[in-house]
């Protein structure tokens, strides 16, 4: 079955400090890729997102990931965290056969301290 | 403003009791799905639903239950037959294509009394 792996279930940052989380996933086809999260209270949303392309991608607030193939890897990185991006963050990738069921990581929990 | 809306926010089930979270959607979205949350697992797929009438189990659809008779809506209902239904469950709704792309609302705690 496929799967998705996030390596670091709790990190703690200082402020200013730069940012990477792991993300590897099980399956050999095309995939799309995609990070959500969920800050304190809100919503879950999506941060950003891989289809095709450039395999650098760039999301809302600095956040950045990168696709690497070989690696079935899709790293979440920020170069200086803020306070407010304490939150969960969430690996999840579609398969590109059938009905595009996304599959969730089982996340990383972000506490940025001031 | 357009989203999914559930409630009620916290759900408490007694046992043997089945109970019922509500999802609605102004989205025009034609898939809505279920998932539950718990600590250090992620979300995991209960049961989806690509169009009106038809819905799918998902990996842990197991006493849960569900229905789509309007598009708008699609309510789980936790049955007795979960024996461990205390989670925080979300739902969310997409276009069909790309699927990946899922818009949820603000979730559900439930808790046993």
């Known amino acids: 079955a496929q799967s998705v792996s996030q390596h670091n279930h709790h990190v703690i940052l200082s402020e200013a400090a730069s940012l990477e989380l792991g993300c590897n996933y099980s399956y050999g086809g095309t995939v799309n890729l995609f990070w959500y999260v969920q800050y304190p209270g809100q919503h879950l949303q999506l941060l950003l997102k891989?289809?095709?392309?450039?395999?650098l991608v760039k999301g809302i607030k600095g956040f950045e990931a990168e696709f690497i193939k070989s690696k079935f890897s899709f790293n979440l990185r920020k170069p200086s965290v803020q306070w407010s991006d304490t939150a969960e963050y969430f690996c999840a990738v579609t398969m590109n056969t059938g009905f595009q069921k996304l599959v969730f990581g089982t996340g990383t929990r972000l506490l940025v301290s001031p | 403003d357009g989203g999914i809306t559930q409630s009620p926010k916290y759900l408490f089930r007694k046992e043997g009791q089945n109970v019922t979270l509500s999802c609605e959607q102004n989205?025009?979205?034609?898939?809505m799905y279920w998932y539950r949350q718990d600590p250090g697992q992620g979300l995991r797929l209960i049961y989806y639903?690509?169009?009106?009438?038809?819905?799918q189990k998902g990996d842990i659809a197991e006493g849960y239950s569900v229905s789509r008779e309007k598009k708008e809506s699609f309510p789980l209902t936790v049955t007795s037959a979960q024996k461990n239904p205390t989670a925080f469950y979300l739902c969310?709704?997409?276009?069909?294509?790309?699927?990946?792309?899922?818009?949820f609302g603000a979730g559900t705690r439930l808790s046993v009394l």
């Open positions: 989205l025009n979205h034609d898939a």
């Open positions: 969310a709704s997409s276009m069909e294509v790309p699927a990946g792309i899922q818009y």
């Open positions: 639903s690509q169009i009106v009438n038809d819905f």
């Open positions: 891989y289809f095709s392309g450039d395999p």
